[in-house]
């Protein structure tokens, strides 16, 4: 079975450091995705973790632990328009390679 | 470089009759997978798609649900007999592979 797990809500301060984790437990793993959704739009791509690691982006990274079957998504010096949903997804091992996702947090950035 | 284009963007229909979602991915792209996400809620898989194949459909309600993807023309989500609780946001998503995939705006469905 497939089971990822996020918070389901997160408040920060503009020009902070937030932190979004996501645990999973799944049948197969091909890698995980970040991806960010702003209310009544589409999901946009943020980052894929195949590897053990950090990986940077700008202000936003991503660090995976298959062994813990952790990842975390750092946003820093936070902006207004930070604030949506981010979603984590993890690429099965099964024929499609489609993406399970979490429920999604809900960033709210605060001035 | 169009993106994954869905239409309609917003589809209202009256429970019992049927609903036609589109989904036409980008260039290059032959795989296609749908996902449904009910209000304040993540995304769930429904099915996936090759040209003229259905690769897995797990997702997908056992009745009144089908897909296709033909070898020309978009792929299309059909749901018969709408039913209340098909209201929700049904995303449409390409990929060249089976790596990163692109999502398309999404069809807002309401069953009145």
């Known amino acids: 079975g497939q089971n990822i797990d996020q918070p389901t809500e997160m408040t920060a301060t503009e020009g902070a450091i937030v932190q979004i984790n996501c645990t999973y437990q799944?049948?197969?793993?091909?890698?995980l995705f970040w991806y960010q959704q702003h209310a009544g739009e589409a999901p946009t791509f943020l980052s894929y973790?195949?590897?053990?690691g950090l990986e940077e982006k700008g202000r936003f990274s991503s660090f995976l632990s298959r062994s813990k079957g952790y990842s975390y998504l750092l946003l820093k010096e936070l902006q207004m328009k930070d604030s949506a949903s981010y979603l984590c997804?993890?690429?099965?091992?099964?024929?499609?390679?489609?993406?399970?996702f979490g429920g999604g947090t809900r960033l709210m950035v605060k001035p | 470089n169009a993106g994954v284009m869905q239409n309609p963007r917003h589809l209202v229909r009256r429970r019992g009759q049927e609903a036609r979602l589109r989904c036409s991915p980008m260039?290059?792209?032959?795989?296609v997978y749908w996902y449904r996400q009910l209000p304040e809620e993540g995304l769930k898989f429904m099915v996936y798609?090759?040209?003229?194949?259905?690769?897995?459909e797990s997702g997908m309600p056992k009745e009144r649900f089908s897909a296709e993807f033909p070898k020309e023309g978009p792929s299309i989500l059909r749901i018969q007999q709408v039913v209340r609780g098909d209201s929700a946001a049904y995303f449409c998503?390409?990929?060249?592979?089976?790596?990163?995939?692109?999502f398309g705006q999404g069809t807002r469905l309401t069953v009145v």
């Open positions: 973790n195949v590897l053990d």
């Open positions: 997804a993890v690429q099965g091992g099964n024929a499609g390679n489609m993406l399970t």
């Open positions: 799944t049948s197969g793993f091909n890698g």
């Open positions: 798609l090759q040209k003229e194949n259905i690769i897995d």
């Open positions: 260039k290059g792209h032959s795989h």
């Open positions: 998503a390409s990929s060249p592979s089976t790596l990163e995939a692109f």
